[in-house]
């Protein structure tokens, strides 16, 4: 089957750096996305690899692995409005998307 | 610049009744998507259409009907409501297929009872 697994939840400290990762197995791999999602929001595009290597935009920054199945999203400088679910999904061999359940994180002050 | 406009975004069904969701885009996008989303789950596809008057079953579309007359709008039916239909549902677009970015709606909450 396919799967994507993202931790459930994270805390990180106002001002610090977080990663978040996930790690899937598809039938195929053609990008990953991740996606900022506030509570009863709707998700909003972060990012998206297609290649190995590291994505940066501004704070965020996602990296991809494909050998190992491997993403995760990188977050600096964290800001209280940070505080969300980020979702990743992979496209697979079908142009299909597989969504990850998300990762609810918290900021603290 | 709307984007994607979902309605409504509340609303509470009794068992059997049907309803539907509303959902146009002004981005002039191919694609447009519905999922569902429960919690601690991963938005599930119900429904996707790769243009006016194509239309596909996603992973959950049991329950569920849509059509797509125009490139704007992409209506979710609902018939005989189940409580297993209670959820957040998620109207998208993108311009060229899942590998695209996609724009979502605000989301409806629906409360079967």
């Known amino acids: ?109 | 610049n709307a984007g994607v406009t979902q309605t409504p975004k509340f609303r509470i069904l009794k068992i059997g009744q049907s309803m539907t969701l509303q959902c146009t885009q002004d981005m002039n996008h191919n694609y447009m998507y519905w999922y569902r989303q429960d919690p601690g789950m991963g938005l599930k596809l119900i429904y996707y259409s790769v243009g006016a008057g194509i239309t596909d079953k996603g992973e959950v579309p049991n329950g569920y009907n849509v059509s797509r007359s125009t490139t704007e709008d992409f209506p979710l039916r609902l018939e005989l409501a189940a409580p297993s239909q209670t959820s957040v549902y998620f109207c998208a677009s993108s311009l060229s297929g899942e590998g695209t970015e996609a724009f979502f709606g605000q989301g409806t909450r629906l409360t079967v009872v």
């Not at chain 1, 799967?3 to 750096?17: F, K, L, S, Y």
């Not at chain 1, 297609?50 to 940066?56: A, K, T």
């Not at chain 1, 920054?61 to 999904?89: H, N, P, T, V, W």
Request: proline share 3%; glycine share 10%.
């Open chain 1, 1 to 109: 089957g396919q799967n994507i697994d993202q931790p459930t939840e994270m805390t990180a400290t106002e001002g610090a750096i977080v990663q978040i990762n996930c790690t899937y197995q598809t039938s195929g791999f053609n990008g990953l996305f991740w996606y900022q999602q506030h509570a009863g929001e709707a998700p909003t595009f972060l990012s998206y690899n297609v290649l190995d290597g590291l994505e940066e935009k501004g704070r965020f920054s996602s990296f991809l692995s494909r050998s190992k199945g491997y993403s995760y999203l990188l977050l600096k400088e964290l800001q209280m409005k940070d505080s969300a679910s980020y979702l990743c999904a992979v496209v697979d061999s079908n142009y299909q998307l597989i969504w990850g359940a998300g990762t609810k994180l918290i900021i603290k002050p």
